[in-house]
């Protein structure tokens, strides 16, 4: 099942959910992606996460000044995730990756969102969404589910839920190549990504492939 998801945090766009026919380019980078949205569920408080890329301009879409921007970025995950080889099957390098996962699952349930980039670098924490200048805002969302035969519903974003959701809708309506995890207190869990075939965003909820 976790497959499923690993495909889906890497191919957000033209395939459907299930039976992605191409492997996924970094394994190790969607294991991350996996292991922090289990811990971000598991926290039960609901909380956001945004993956950027370094060079993108994400920040047009974040309100400043950032009330708890890191500066310099928190590297450790980046730094466990360096870890090649054998060192990576030690028990030491596995707490090293739960306790570091779980320290950056918790800052998502702080009001706002966190930020990391694609490189494990976190960036801020506490932070509001806003519309980019001069964009418009994001009127509807596919939603789609894990499910055999399921078909992708378009929904208006007033449907989607709470704050939450609505501004991960709009920040990856405006940066595109971005995702954003989407935790509920209720133990729902939604991965937002632009689809560039349908010119629209997805959200996919996965809370079932976390269990």
């Known amino acids: 099942m976790r497959g499923v998801l690993i495909g889906l945090l890497l191919v957000a766009g033209c395939k ?5 026919d191409e492997p996924p380019p970094s394994t190790s980078a969607v294991n991350v992606l996996v292991e922090l949205a289990v811990s971000m569920r598991a926290h039960g408080r609901g909380g956001s996460l ?26 450790e995950l980046a730094v466990v995730m360096g870890q090649t080889g054998e060192g990576r099957q030690t028990d030491i390098w596995k707490d090293a990756l739960r306790e570091t996962v779980e320290a950056i699952a918790g800052l998502t349930a702080i009001d706002g ?3 990391m980039t694609e490189q494990y670098e976190l960036l801020a924490f506490g932070a509001k969404i ?12 596919t939603v789609t589910e894990p499910i055999e035969g399921g078909v992708p519903t378009v929904l208006n974003v007033a449907q989607l839920g709470g704050t939450r959701h609505l501004s991960a809708a709009q920040f990856v309506h ?10 509920s207190q209720d133990r729902r869990f939604t991965v937002f990504a632009w689809s560039p075939c349908e010119e629209s ?11």
């Open 113 to 115: 969102v966190a930020i």
């Open 174 to 183: 405006d940066q595109r190549n971005a995702i954003a995890l989407v935790a």
């Open 201 to 211: 965003v997805h959200a996919h909820r996965v809370e079932s492939l976390l269990l």
């Open 130 to 141: 806003q519309r980019r200048r001069g964009a418009a805002p994001v009127e509807s969302v």
């Open 16 to 20: 459907q959910l299930l039976g992605f």
């Open 50 to 75: 945004l993956v950027v890329p370094v060079d993108s301009a994400w920040r047009e879409s974040i309100v400043h000044p950032m009330a708890y921007a890191v500066s310099p970025p928190f590297r």
